[in-house]
């Protein structure tokens, strides 16, 4: 049966002067699906990113995201509209507790009508509690952020992306800097995502945590998708060889 599709990307480019970060890129996302994305440094993932989810405007295509024109539209509107993402490098507020954190992206995703005001309403304290517990960070909901080990503070972004209540996950290196077991961690947290029904995107330069997790792989060069299609088949893909897996 054909699955509903969630997120539509339509030749987006993305240009910095004369540079085409994202050139043409088109992506189809069906709703439960894992999406996986890699490619070498500079290749425009990140750019893809940031246009898909509103932080930087799109120079040219289209976006449709759940029923929705998203073209143009700003991250906040996006957020609510029920996309999240978290960032390659940290982004969180160092001098404030984890769980005032996660309170912050709990205030700015889709409950915030319906708690007007700077103070959360129970089902939002909730909706903080819940996002703390899923990614195992409770124990430690009242220290400074600033203070935590790399894990935790990538555990914290994926805790402040589920606390808006997103429809689709953007993951971008959730498991960069990390070590074989923490990996791991992080591989079982995003199956527990999917085993809840959730949509994810993630770029990943970690192969074996890309392939494993996805369900389809696009690799991208200069700006540029030159592979799509499934994990078994990146490794054997002449062109992916070439430009991205014979580097390393
Ligand atoms: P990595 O794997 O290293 O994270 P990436 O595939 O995510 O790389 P991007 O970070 O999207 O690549 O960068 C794509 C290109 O766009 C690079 O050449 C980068 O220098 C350029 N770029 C990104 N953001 C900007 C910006 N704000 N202004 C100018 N150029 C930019």
Redesign the pocket.
Known sequence: DEKQVLLNCENVVKR??S?A??DGMSLSVAAGEIVGIG??????????F?VITGI?PLTEGSIAFDGHDITGLGADRICQLGMARTF?LNAAFESLTVRENIDVATYFGRAKRTFPGLRLGPEAREQTEEALAFVGLAAKADQTVGQLPVLDRKLLMIAGAIATRPKILFLD?PVGGLNTTEIDLIMELVLKLKGEGMTVVL?E?VMRFLLALSSRVLI?HH?KKIFEGLPNQVAEDPVVVATYLGEG
Do not use: R
């Open positions: 910095y002067g540079l970060a994202v490619g070498p440094n500079g290749a425009g993932k990140t750019t893809f940031d930087t390659q290196e770029i330069h991208m700006g």
